[in-house]
């Protein structure tokens, strides 16, 4: 009811902010009930928590760094993990992947309509007559990188139903390569990346947990490639200065959290104000790097409620291989995805990205749903 009544607010006029903000705080009071009353919804509890913590932070601070936009979009991103469960609760799960897969044929036909017609992302203006830009589609998102990792998540869900599930695979195969060109075209590194992760993680699932090691060295060998390789091949023109320029920001925003923010953070908008106000940096208004960001805003107790999830995935699914089916798809679905979230985390804002957030924390929820299932299924046979 509150989702139905949130178009028909524009009505109100000037009175339409205070019915959105009432229809905000009672989905998130709802969501909220619901994921501490049933524990149907306890896999959502992290993400909760995580949020919790954050509130904690912004209150020992006085709110100097608070963002009540922030917490509205964190709280529907709660909101749609409350909707996903309670959905493959009332119908078959594949259902809502065809619903997510359906969702993305938009953005990516728009992404080739911009290919069509040659409307480019430039990342760089002219500059003394001489064309130094890198082309890039956006689609419909702000950013071509914002672009790549919604892909990176589509192609997670692909490419863990072509392993899985026979009768289709050849669809699978095909829309995989579709959207694998779209990535390129994005140019964006932190894709790439993401892409490599997955497909480095299967390569571990398949072989054995022994392989991990060749992974992250792998891992790492794909993320120096990344920014070393000519710069209209694989990067936005940027090369290796986007990395010195990163390691350059993540050093001066941690020297300047102080001890007291270690464990409930400065506030919820705490990186942002540091990077625009404290050290009146003009190119750039995030960390790019969310370790650190979760870090500054959260402390370390919302470090570890944001990033435990996607870790305990990862290591469930490399460790607990001894099922079939639903569990098996769901499992390797959010452990392959966790990959790549952990992974480009490192470099890139996937923590802004609410596209990316939802699909992801939606995969995280259901693969923990299922995993949690089977666990009681198990206890009882």
């Not at 044929?105 to 728009?110: D, E, M, Q």
Request: net charge positive.
């Amino acid at each position: 009811m509150l989702i139905l009544m949130r178009p028909s607010t524009g009505l109100l006029g000037d009175y339409s902010y205070l019915m959105n903000g009432f229809i905000a705080l009672s989905a998130s009071v709802l969501c909220v009930y619901l994921i501490i009353k049933d524990q149907k919804f306890r896999c959502s509890r992290a993400y909760l928590y995580f949020i919790l913590i954050s509130v904690v932070g912004d209150i020992l601070n006085l709110g100097l760094n608070v963002s009540f936009s922030e917490y509205v979009r964190l709280f529907s991103i709660l909101s749609f993990q409350v909707l996903a469960i309670n959905f493959i609760t009332n119908y078959q799960s594949f259902s809502l992947a065809k619903i997510t897969f359906l969702g993305s044929l938009i953005p990516l036909g728009f992404g080739f309509f911009q290919l069509a017609v040659g409307d480019y992302y430039n990342f760089y203006e002219t500059r003394g007559g001489t064309d130094v830009s890198s082309h890039a589609i956006r689609s419909i998102f702000v950013h071509p990188n914002a672009f790549g990792v919604y892909l990176v998540a589509i192609f997670s869900l692909l490419f863990s139903y072509a392993l899985f599930v026979k009768p289709q695979r050849k669809f699978f195969y095909i829309a995989i390569g579709a959207l694998l060109f779209a990535v390129v075209l994005t140019k964006a590194r932190v894709a790439y990346v993401g892409i490599a992760s997955i497909v480095l993680f299967y390569l571990t699932f398949k072989y054995g947990k022994k392989n991990i090691i060749l992974w992250v060295i792998a891992l790492i060998v794909v993320i120096m490639a990344s920014s070393l390789f000519y710069e209209e091949v694989i990067s936005s023109g940027k090369g290796i200065r986007s990395i010195m320029w990163r390691l350059d920001l993540w050093h001066r925003l941690f020297s300047m959290v102080e001890l007291k923010d270690y464990l409930f953070g400065a506030g919820s908008d705490a990186s942002t104000y540091y990077i625009t106000q404290k050290l009146n940096i003009a190119y750039v208004s995030e960390p790019h790097n969310d370790y650190l960001r979760v870090f500054i805003n959260a402390g370390v107790f919302g470090l570890i409620f944001y990033f435990a999830p996607a870790f305990i995935l990862i290591f469930r699914c490399l460790t607990k291989r001894v099922c079939s089916g639903k569990i098996m798809i769901a499992r390797f679905l959010g452990g392959s995805l966790s990959a790549a979230f952990v992974v480009m985390s490192i470099t890139d804002n996937i923590y802004s990205d609410t596209n990316f957030q939802i699909v992801f924390w939606g995969i995280v929820v259901i693969s923990s749903f299922y995993d949690f299932q089977h666990k009681i299924l198990s206890r009882k046979l």
